[in-house]
């Protein structure tokens, strides 16, 4: 038996076990792509209306999320959606890999299915080669359809295939970061964690470097993040920079296997700290579980949240610049012309709302996880009911969502208010912020409910939050029909500018939630543990 033995048993195995992941994954990002390429042609027909769109790219906010900047001297198409879809999509992949390779490395071991499998005739390596193929499989699929995408929009075929293959390569190269953190941590949680670390720093690298100079500078190139957009795709193809990605990936495969072969099944190379003999006083109770074992999440998405919001409100030093440009950018966004920037920055709220209700969701599906592992059963065998482990678990997601929330709001006013040098800003976004708040909640109950009464059915959250972000971000600009703008949640509350508070609304949606929160913890109560 070789230490490969059973690979490709395992990578079929993963294929039918994430079926409808992986689709769903692949039809999100390839139709984003399908979506925004005839958008942006439509509304940036004029080279003018480019030229404005290169403006806002070349400024610090632009950089980050944008990058180098190759191509905005004559911004074309293939400039625009290069500059402006490349970071997007490589984040994305670059969670989507973080998320499968430790879905069938490290989770595998902690839950004790990887010892199962090992008793058989399965070799030690099996199961991790086996992860990183499906994932460069579903990188190169997705890489793939994105030519094709942009192929079909008329853009040069070469330049395309750079796109697409620039971003299937840093998926992959990710997998395999991502392979390297399994070994160090013995939990799932820790791997993920040191993953996602590990991919904010390679992209802060990317960011320093290209704002340093224009086109990048020395700290770009050790980013993966870097090495797509520095192809000068669209402008002046060069496709050496894809070399990188080979063999950075090879690298990380070799160490990742050598670090395996050096530790002991379901251990880490670094071996968790016990905690002290003794609960302590932030220790004492299930509420305080709860929070201790979310402390981090909330940390890092709060701190993330609120600088991404500050640099979105600093934009509004650019919509009068956008607006002159682009008149037609108006009506298209729906906004007033009177109250301009307040529509503009009340449409940039609606993303740290959106960030929110992400992580109240995720939170609230923690619950899930402790049920599947066992440990949900270990603490309710001692003296605590349901309702107050759920309702313990249930109230941290919406405090910390709420948090989230309120100091985006808050950040992104401070941003408005920095570069309009009008304090006044703080209040009014922050304000806006607070008025999202039952939004919030409502996915906090809903996800309560289908957790407590239909576990399985707890994708019809994610469905819901994914149709509200399309029609939130290309609704206006499609021309949707009404009703289907006024079906998604981001368009329940109004937004800025809030002049009149109007408490009917507010009250009836806080009201959905807590109706929702009820009769999931009710539902939670009566059904079996681990139930479907």
Request: charged share 15%; aromatic share 8%.
């Amino acid at each position: 038996m070789s230490t490969f033995t059973g690979t490709g048993h395992l990578v079929r195995f993963i294929l039918r076990r994430d079926r409808v992941r992986m689709a769903v994954w692949t039809a999100s990002l390839v139709g984003l792509l399908a979506m925004t390429v005839p958008t942006l042609a439509e509304m940036f027909a004029e080279p003018a209306q480019r030229m404005a769109r290169a403006a806002v790219m070349e400024t610090p906010t632009g950089i980050v999320f944008g990058g180098p900047g190759y191509g905005l001297d004559e911004y074309r198409l293939g400039s625009m959606v290069a500059n402006e879809m490349t970071q997007t999509l490589v984040v994305a992949l670059a969670v989507m890999s973080v998320l499968h390779v430790v879905r069938h490395t490290r989770a595998e071991e902690e839950s004790g299915r990887a010892e199962l499998l090992r008793a058989n005739v399965l070799g030690p390596s099996a199961q991790m080669t086996a992860a990183l193929a499906t994932n460069a499989l579903v990188c190169g699929v997705i890489g793939g359809l994105l030519t094709l995408v942009m192929v079909a929009n008329g853009l040069a075929v070469a330049d395309s295939a750079a796109f697409g293959g620039g971003v299937a390569l840093a998926g992959v190269t990710f997998g395999a970061v991502t392979a390297v953190c399994a070994q160090v941590s013995e939990h799932a949680r820790g791997a993920s964690g040191l993953a996602f670390l590990a991919v904010g720093v390679l992209f802060m690298f990317r960011v320093v470097g290209d704002i340093a100079e224009r086109g990048g500078s020395a700290p770009s190139w050790f980013s993966p993040f870097a090495w797509a957009q520095q192809t000068r795709m669209f402008d002046d193809l060069r496709w050496w920079p894809l070399a990188l990605y080979p063999l950075v990936i090879a690298a990380l495969f070799a160490v990742a296997y050598s670090l395996a072969g050096r530790r002991d099944l379901a251990a880490g190379l670094v071996a968790a700290r016990p905690g002290p003999a003794g609960a302590g006083p932030l220790l004492n109770g299930v509420f305080a579980l709860h929070l201790r074992q979310q402390r981090v999440s909330i940390i890092v998405w709060t701190v993330a949240v609120a600088l991404f919001a500050l640099s979105f409100g600093t934009l509004i030093s650019e919509i009068d610049v956008m607006i002159e440009q682009n008149p037609e950018l108006l009506g298209r966004m729906g906004l007033d012309a009177e109250n301009m920037a307040n529509g503009f920055l009340g449409m940039l709220i609606l993303y740290v709302v959106m960030a929110a209700v992400a992580f109240a969701v995720l939170s609230v599906l923690r619950t899930r996880a402790e049920e599947n592992t066992g440990r949900a059963e270990l603490t309710l065998a001692a003296a605590v009911g349901r309702i107050r482990w759920m309702g313990s678990a249930v109230l941290v997601s919406a405090l910390a969502s709420a948090l989230i929330l309120l100091l985006g709001g808050l950040a992104m006013g401070v941003g408005a208010g920095l570069v309009t040098e009008d304090p006044d800003w703080i209040r009014s976004v922050a304000e806006a912020g607070a008025a999202q708040l039952p939004v919030v909640l409502l996915f906090v109950g809903l996800a309560t409910l289908l957790v407590g009464i239909a576990p399985r059915l707890v994708g019809l959250v994610w469905a819901w939050y994914g149709y509200g972000l399309v029609v939130t971000v290309f609704g206006l600009l499609m021309d949707l029909p009404e009703w289907m703008l006024d079906a998604g949640p981001f368009q329940i509350l109004s937004q800025l500018p809030v002049e009149e508070f109007d408490a009917v609304p507010f009250l009836a949606v806080l009201a959905a939630a807590g109706a929702a929160t009820a009769a999931g913890l009710v539902g939670f109560r009566r059904r079996d543990l681990v139930s479907t």
